[in-house]
């Protein structure tokens, strides 16, 4: 059977944008077609490293070329909604890097366009289709440990301080939240769902944004999660959730959900590596939904997107955090 080929442009050529486009070489019907940035040498040494078909100087030529059929935005947080309502306007699908957007608004924006125009979109959020992570869906809600009352995770590492980087600065949406805590949330709320409360505290850096963020979430079903992120420090990368017959332990880097370390009387592990990217899966999750004739995807619906940013505009709300495009807006 012939493969219906997609062809893929990324827009933005960081360190995230290189990462893609290596998981886009191991995905079968998956094509790195065009590279987009304001300077054009950068995409020109972007696509002779990768294999690009073609460079372009600017994201509006880009997203105009007929050949695309599917945009990566893998630009700063603050240009998600720009660039993604950008993609739209010019017909394409898009794979937008986590955070979807700064805020719910915008997240809702960006929904609404894509389904007026019959495209597809979703949230980078690659973690969630990692088959560990439905490994791990199952056996919690199986009972392999019992009935699950508590869960930790967290993901912190130790950034260059830099006021003018992404990571530091208002302006680029910087902070631990929406970099890195956006990692145990999600894993926290794809378990669990959304939750009931919350109780988040920050320390808040010299730039205004947030170093260091803790986030403690009560679920319906009583699940307490204690979760953490930060930016200036390295933390264990590791997340465990605690039953009444047992514990299973993700050791670091969870995310990545290579291992299951099951104890409940004995140890026990499960492996759920995989070969190649990560980012393979999300890659593939696109081309599948959108061969289908799909607008979001089930793994990863618009309205858990839309409940993600809700919750963390409410945890900014509660640490004090609100970006410049917004007090503007």
């Known amino acids: 059977m012939a493969v219906n080929k997609k062809n893929w442009g990324i827009l933005g050529a960081g ?8 998981a886009i070489s191991q995905v079968k019907g998956a094509e790195l077609y065009g590279i987009g940035s304001r300077n054009l040498e950068k995409s020109i040494k972007f696509a002779e490293e990768y294999g690009v078909v073609k460079a372009f100087g600017s994201y509006e030529e880009l997203c105009e070329c007929p050949e695309i059929d599917i945009i990566y935005i893998a630009t700063p947080h603050s240009f998600h909604k720009e660039h993604t309502l950008l993609a739209l306007k010019n017909g394409k699908h898009v794979l937008c890097e986590k955070p979807f957007a700064l805020n719910v608004n915008d997240t809702e924006e960006m929904i609404t366009s894509s389904k007026e125009k019959n495209l597809f979109l979703m949230e980078a959020m690659w973690s969630c289709l990692l ?3 439905k490994k791990l869906k199952e056996m919690i809600s199986g009972g392999a440990i019992g009935q699950v009352l508590y869960m ?39 378990i669990f769902g959304q939750p009931e409360s919350f109780k988040a505290n920050a320390r808040i850096g010299a730039t205004g944004v947030d170093e260091v963020s803790t986030y403690n979430l009560k679920f319906e079903n009583g699940v307490i999660a204690n979760l953490s992120s930060s930016i200036s420090v390295e933390t264990s990368h590791s997340a465990t959730f605690y039953g009444t017959e047992g514990t299973l332990h993700i050791p670091s880097d969870w995310w990545k959900m290579k291992k299951i370390v099951m104890t409940n009387g004995s140890k026990k592990e499960i492996d759920t590596s995989y070969e190649g990217s990560e980012y393979a899966f999300e890659v593939q999750e696109v081309i599948d939904c959108i061969n289908k004739g799909l607008l979001e995807s089930p793994s990863l619906p618009h309205s858990w997107t839309r409940n993600i940013m809700s919750l963390m505009d409410s945890i900014r709300a509660e640490i004090g955090i609100q970006y410049p495009e917004e007090a503007l807006s």
């Open 15 to 22: 360190l995230i944008a290189s990462r893609l486009a290596k």
């Open 131 to 133: 088959p560990g992570m």
């Open 152 to 190: 930790e995770a967290d993901f912190g590492f130790q950034a260059p301080y830099d006021p003018t980087a992404r990571l530091f600065n208002p302006v680029l949406g910087g902070g631990a939240l929406l970099d890195v805590g956006i990692y145990p949330l999600s894993l926290a709320t794809y």
